[in-house]
């Protein structure tokens, strides 16, 4: 369930957040910036100048070695010089064909404090350093907080969500309280890392589909977490949904806000239905909660993990004859 919810340790984060910082300058805006100007009809717009490509290329040998150096304040200013260029902003407004983290932007514009000899991680870079779950990461904790003697110790297991990542998954199946699924519901009109002919979102149409299915879930509690709800009231603006092979049917009946919630709950209304369809007869009693959560936004997640636990624990009461 990867996507944040869980925390790194403080020790790994100026490694992670360096590979970040080089690897969003080097493949994703620059190499991307001279792919776009070889093959795009309008090459102009995605021309760097001349000084910015000297940048860039010195930025895309960095990018490209195995060891990063620690970022100086020369190096935080060179970035800066060519994020603002126009081509690389032209750029980025394509960022769901290149796979720009959705953490790019944070870090753009926070190079400096990041690159102060003595930096030390806050919460928020801590949260914004978006990677990869690989293997099975096992956490404990509780919703009530850690010295609330009243709530229960949840052992959460978090898994890799990419495909190459999901045959560890089997072992776990069984004994599973509930299934906590995140999807992030502004990456529509995106295509997989993996393979950048699937859409994300179909792509995890498919899965939870699969998932629902799995025999051993058949009394299982079902919690799926639309997750980058920030993302999405951004986008939706700006992106239609029905960009999306699912969502085809979506027409838009406003905008701002109004919009914004409109295609929320067309997207919820989405994921209940397949959840029905992929329901037999024989799970109609199991559990399924839909929550609207936001990874960055740390009272929100523990408000939705206080949910998760009432509506487990009036489960349990019920399954023991006492509700």
Request: contains cysteine.
């Amino acid at each position: 369930m990867s996507q944040n919810l869980r925390v790194m340790p403080q020790s790994f984060m100026p490694m992670s957040i360096r590979l970040l910082k080089y690897a969003i300058m080097k493949r994703i805006l620059y190499d991307g910036s001279k792919e776009f100007a070889q093959n795009d009809v309008d090459i102009s717009k995605y021309v760097l100048s001349a000084e910015n490509k000297v940048i860039g290329e010195k930025l895309s040998e960095i990018g490209g070695r195995l060891d990063y150096p620690r970022l100086t304040k020369e190096l935080a200013q060179e970035i800066e010089t060519l994020w603002r260029d126009p081509a690389i902003q032209e750029t980025c407004l394509r960022g769901n064909e290149l796979q720009v983290p959705d953490c790019a932007y944070y870090f753009m514009e926070n190079l400096q404090r990041l690159s102060d000899a003595n930096y030390v991680p806050t919460k928020d870079d801590v949260l914004n350093a978006r990677v990869r779950t690989t293997g099975v990461v096992e956490i404990q904790f509780s919703p009530v907080g850690e010295n609330k003697k009243s709530g229960e110790v949840y052992r959460l297991f978090d898994v890799g969500g990419q495909r190459n990542e999901r045959r560890k998954w089997i072992h776990l199946f069984e004994g599973v309280t509930a299934v906590i699924f995140c999807a992030a519901i502004n990456e529509y009109d995106q295509m997989l890392f993996e393979d950048e002919n699937k859409n994300r979102m179909m792509e995890t149409k498919e899965l939870f589909d699969w998932v629902l299915k799995q025999p051993c879930f058949e009394k299982t509690s079902f919690m799926l977490f639309l997750n980058k709800f920030d993302i999405f009231e951004k986008k939706i603006p700006n992106v239609p949904l029905n960009v999306c092979e699912w969502f085809k049917d979506y027409q838009p009946v406003s905008s701002g806000k109004q919009e914004v919630e409109h295609a929320y709950e067309f997207v919820k209304k989405k994921f209940e239905e397949l959840y029905y369809q992929s329901t037999g007869p024989d799970r109609v009693d199991r559990v399924f909660k839909i929550y609207r959560t936001t990874a960055l936004d740390q009272k929100l997640v523990k408000k939705t993990f206080k949910l998760v636990d009432e509506t487990l624990r009036r489960r349990n009461l019920f399954e023991a004859g006492l509700l």
